[in-house]
């Protein structure tokens, strides 16, 4: 039998499937390993339990705090594992990822310095670049993104390309505590369509960013990824309190989990 042919999302070249390699989106050691997802569905069903009712009563009256109760109870039964080794898909061409993994490593140097923008200034330039795309190559193995056409790879491609006029924004904040449903760092994925356009987010344990093809909505605060460039950029902390893009992506994710619609049209109309 014939083995199956696939596409690299970068260099456009086909391949035998075992030629293909298997990307991590984000990147693995920023979060990306044995990914849980809060079960929603059980979490509903716990609510009502009495089950759960007095397992909480109980460790109340032997002193337990409520917090830590309903943290510890989310954390054992309410997730379920989703990817145990991470999340990976196959997008790219084994030279091509070898290649992004020397963006990938600029990036993890910017992950582990939370974006400190006082310590980023001191980067190189070029090092500066390679955290850009190393940002704007995981996209490309999103599944969300699988039938759209960037104009971006020759950027990425291109270790010295310094200039991107294309359509594709990219966007991030920094996560903090209010940016996370009860806590929980949420790396997935995922798609919201505006009459503007189209915003894709991913994320990792400490930021989350949005790549669109419109510039961003006003009422939003985000820092645009080429700001980087410059000595002192500044750094958006959290995903303000209407929750941004983060909020409309987790919350039709979460609708698409218990089979309710969110039409995709009809998303509140922003500044
Ligand atoms: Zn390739």
Redesign the pocket.
């Known amino acids: 039998m014939q083995e199956k042919k696939c596409r690299?999302k970068?260099?456009g070249?086909l391949f035998k499937d075992s030629d293909m390699s298997e990307e991590h989106y984000p990147a693995r050691s920023t979060g990306n390993d044995d990914i849980v997802a809060l079960d929603i569905i059980k979490m509903f069903e716990s609510l009502r339990s009495s089950k759960v009712h007095s397992e909480i009563e109980k460790r109340l009256a032997v002193g337990e705090k409520l917090e830590d109760i309903t943290g510890n109870i989310l954390d054992t039964q309410l997730t379920k594992s989703l990817y145990p080794k991470g999340r990976t898909a196959r997008t790219?061409?084994r030279?091509?990822n070898t290649f992004l993994g020397k963006y990938d490593k600029s990036y993890l140097r910017f992950f582990d310095l939370d974006g400190n923008p006082k310590a980023i200034k001191g980067f190189q330039r070029q090092t500066k670049y390679q955290i850009i795309k190393a940002i704007y190559a995981k996209f490309i193995s999103l599944p969300e993104t699988q039938d759209e056409e960037f104009d971006f790879l020759d950027f990425i491609r291109n270790e010295d390309e310094t200039s991107y006029n294309g359509t594709w924004k990219l966007y991030f904040v920094k996560r903090d505590k209010r940016s996370d449903l009860m806590g929980l760092p949420d790396i997935g994925t995922g798609k919201i369509v505006f009459d503007e356009g189209v915003v894709y987010e991913m994320s990792d344990d400490k930021f989350i960013f949005d790549l669109m093809n419109f510039p961003k909505h006003a009422c939003f605060q985000m820092t645009n990824i080429f700001d980087i460039l410059n000595k002192n950029y500044r750094l958006t902390e959290g995903t303000g309190k209407d929750g941004g893009y983060h909020a409309q992506v987790l919350i039709s994710r979460l609708f698409s989990q218990i089979n309710i619609q969110v039409p995709e049209e009809g998303v509140s109309k922003l500044e």
Do not use: E, M
């Open positions: 690299c970068l260099c070249a790219l061409c030279k091509c």
